[in-house]
C-alpha cells in the first residue's frame, strides 16, 4: 500500500452523544466581583466536564450495574416465591407443584453465574485478555440452558414416577393459592430481566427472563392440577407434572438458540445495515469493503474497512476514518469500540494487502 493511503482509528471512549457541557457555566472574564469567581472556580473543580472522557461514567460498566441490580431483585423475589412454594408442596405433596417449585428455584439460582459473569466483565482487558471479559457472561448464558435442562428432566422423572405409584393431593386451595402467588412473581421478574436484558445487550440475561416466563405459565399449569385433584382425578397432577416439562423444554429451545448465536458472533443483520449506510455517509469514503460485528458479552465491537481516494495524504486519509468511527459509535446501539481501516480506491479490500507487502519486501531488498 503506498504511503500516505492508510489510517486506522480505534476508540475506547464513552460513545454518547455529547456535544455539549453536563452543566452551565460562564467562560467569560465577567464574574461579578470575588465571590462569584471563587464559586466559578470550585464548580469547575467539582463538577466533571462532559468532553473529558475520564470524567464520565463507562456506559458499559454502568449496564453492568444495571444487570446485577435486575439479577439481585430478581433472585430475591423468585427466592420468596420458591421457599413459599416449597413449604406447600411439603403439606400437599403436589407433583405439578413441586415441578414449578424447581424450576423456580433453578431461575433463581442462574443469578448466581449470570452476576460472576457481570462482575467478570467489568475488569479491565489484560495482555492476555485484551478484549476483556465480557466472554463470561456468554459463558454463563450456557450454564443457564445446562440449569433449564436439568429443570425439564426432574421435573418429567418425578412426574412419570407419580403416574407410575399415584398418591393422593392435600391442602389443595394451598396448591392453587402457590400456583397462582408462582405465575405472579415470575412474570414481574420476567419482564423485568427481558426490558433490562435487551436495553443493555445481555443475551443471557434476556434468557434467563425467557425461562422466569416460563415459569410463570407453569405455575397456572398448578391450578388445572389442583382442580383435577379436587375432582378426583389423581392422575391430573402428575399429567400436568409433564405438561411442565414439555413447557421448559420449549423456553429450553429457545434460550439454547439465543445463546448459541451470541457464542457464533450472529448480530442482527438490520444493525450491519445500519452500520453501512452511517460509513458510507461519511464526506470521503468513496465505499464500504467491509463491516464486521461481534458481541463480545453485551458490548458490541466493529471493524470497518473503507475505501477512499488514492492521492490523500496520510492525515487525510486518518481523519476521515476518525470521523467514520466517530458517526458509526453514534448510529449503532452498545458499540464501545471500533476499528476503521482505509484503503486507496486503487487498491480496495484486504485481498490486496498480501501482494502490497510482496512487493513493498521485494523493493526494501
Known sequence: MPPGTLGDAVNDHDHQPDH??????????????????????LTHAVVPHSHDSRAKVDPALESSREGLRALWISLVGLGITAIAQAVIVVLSGSVALLGDTLHNVADALTAVPLGIAFLLGRRAATRAYTYGYGRAEDIAGIIIVAVIAASAVAAAWTAIT????????????WVAAAGLVGFIGNELVARYRIRVGRRIGSAALVADGLHARTDGYTSLAVLLAAGGAALGWHWADPVVGLVIAVAIAIVLKDAAREVYRRLMDAVDPEIVDQAESTLRAVDGVR???AVRLRWIGHRLHAEAELVVDTHLSLVAAHEIAADAEHQLAHAVPRLTSATVHTDPHCHPGGHHHAELSHRRRQCLD
Open 287 to 289: 465505499d464500504v469493503a
Open 162 to 173: 407419580r403416574l407410575l405409584h399415584p398418591a393422593e393431593v392435600t391442602h389443595l386451595r
Open 20 to 41: 455539549g457541557h453536563d452543566h452551565p457555566h460562564d467562560h467569560g472574564h465577567q464574574h461579578g466581583g470575588r465571590l462569584a469567581a471563587w464559586w466559578h472556580r
